[in-house]
């Protein structure tokens, strides 16, 4: 595991990121998340704003407000998270 985490350092400082993200935005209400630079010059909401909040609502069992936030949550995670797994896979193969 450890030869992955060094050869993937790009992957691992993102989850490393996000994981101190959710943390702080949980426990301490610190926001560090990447803003939104659609959002942030046009003021309309693109497919992609709330995906962190419904990621952090889904952590919390909150599927409902997961849904409100951003219904593409549910294709997101499940997909993130299978390509993770398959590249770890892919990897220990190697």
């Not at 989850?15 to 702080?24: G, N, T």
């Not at 069992?61 to 219904?71: I, M, T, Y």
Request: net charge positive.
């Amino acid at each position: 595991m450890f030869a992955y985490i060094k050869n993937r350092r790009l992957l691992t400082a993102l989850i490393v990121y996000f994981i101190v993200a959710i943390v702080l935005f949980q426990f301490f209400q610190v926001d560090i998340f990447i803003p939104c630079l659609y959002h942030h010059f046009t003021g309309r909401e693109c497919w992609g704003c709330g995906t962190t909040r419904a990621g952090l609502a889904l952590m919390q069992f909150d599927f409902r407000l997961a849904w409100q936030l951003n219904p593409l949550i549910y294709f997101i995670a499940p997909g993130a998270i299978s390509l993770i797994i398959f590249d770890i896979v892919q990897f220990e193969k190697k």
